[in-house]
């Protein structure tokens, strides 16, 4: 996978045409509207399609729990993810930290008998903790962001092995179970408004914040955010710690949610992740990594799996779903991005 400011979902640039009307002026509302809520569009036509298909089983109450709730460690994943891909950086540690962050959880409180509180905090130090590892080499030794955070995350997968003797420890402190899938509200476990509160936090952050300003612009490009005034490096770093923290919250929730850690489940939550990322991308922001897309995004990654599944397919369904949705979301991320560039108000 390229990395790098030109491979990543650029932010759309408002120019000026001749008329004095910006690109997005010129262009109709409807067809505006159009990019934004197509995937939402494509989401509910996928939800009626299943229902119909399966009316006694996907349109319950027990399936949209499932689907909502059971995903949420992927839904904070990828809001961990794109805040090193806003300011043009690629983090691929971002599953296995969350497997550190639920392996660790489990040892401390299981093996060790920590109190949970402090087992959470632990996890989130360590994942603060690589994400200032990866943020070190790539800003202060100039190394690619993406080879970075690849070997730190095999790095960390040996930790992981290294603290669970390669076992799966399970009888994690019901506390923890309680507080994220057990205690429901309006039928849906509470970790699915962790992963929304996660969200509209970044959303509060990218959009009306002076920070979240800094981050776009350092990932629109950094050699004009330096001239700006912006002090990337630091900006990129911070973006990093950021990613670690927010992939160390999701595993706390995975954990949460199983009770138990596996060793070797993190690398499976990062395609899931990236998919969510770029496919987000193309949706309510488009062009843009934005946490709304992301959500979007995952949830409807999630409902096609999930219905898929209750048509009989087999277990394989689901690389086939995220692995495409991938390779498309990151074409149309590019081909928005194009469309932008040779847009009539930008002609001169």
């Known amino acids: 996978m390229a990395t790098g400011n030109s491979t990543l ?14 690109r997005g002026q010129d262009r109709k509302p409807i067809t505006v509207f159009a990019e934004r809520y197509a995937l939402v569009g494509a989401w509910i036509v996928l939800a009626i399609f299943f229902s119909f298909l399966r009316p006694d089983t996907f349109p319950t109450i027990g399936n949209l729990s499932a689907i909502l709730g059971s995903q949420a460690s992927i839904a904070v994943l990828t809001l961990g993810l794109i805040i090193p891909l806003t300011t043009g950086d690629m983090d691929a540690s971002v599953a296995f930290v969350s497997n550190l962050s639920a392996m660790m959880v489990a040892v401390l409180n299981v093996n060790l008998g920590v109190p949970i509180g402090w087992a959470i905090l632990a996890a989130l130090a360590s994942g603060a903790l690589v994400g200032g590892i990866n943020g070190a080499f790539v800003t202060i030794f100039g190394i690619d962001s993406f080879i970075v955070t690849l070997g730190m995350g095999t ?3 040996g930790v992981i092995l290294l603290i669970s003797q390669s076992n799966t420890i399970s009888g994690v402190s019901d506390v923890l179970t309680q507080a994220v899938v057990i205690t429901q509200f309006l039928g849906i476990p509470l970790e699915f408004y962790y992963a929304i509160a996660v969200g509209l936090f970044l959303w509060y952050v990218l959009e009306w914040t002076p920070l979240g300003r800094r981050l776009i612009v350092v990932g629109r490009g950094r050699n004009v955010a330096r001239l700006s005034g912006l002090r990337v490096q630091r900006i990129r770093w911070g973006a990093l710690i950021a990613s670690g923290t927010i992939s160390a919250l999701a595993g706390v929730l995975y954990v ?3 009770g138990a850690a596996d060793p070797t489940s993190g690398s499976q939550l990062l395609l899931p992740a990236f998919a969510a990322a770029y496919l987000g991308a193309t949706c309510i922001k488009p062009g843009r990594f934005n946490p709304i897309g992301s959500l ?4 409807f990654l999630v409902t096609g799996i999930s219905g898929l599944q209750l048509l009989g397919a087999q277990g394989y369904v689901q690389n086939l779903f995220y692995g495409g949705a991938l390779v498309i979301a990151v074409t149309l991320s590019q081909l928005t991005r194009k469309r932008e560039e040779i847009s009539p108000g930008n002609s001169q």
């Open 155 to 157: 790095f960390v997968g």
């Open 9 to 22: 979902p650029s932010q759309p640039k408002v120019e000026t045409s001749r008329s004095g009307l910006s």
């Open 296 to 299: 979007i995004a995952v949830y």
């Open 256 to 258: 949460g949610t199983s």
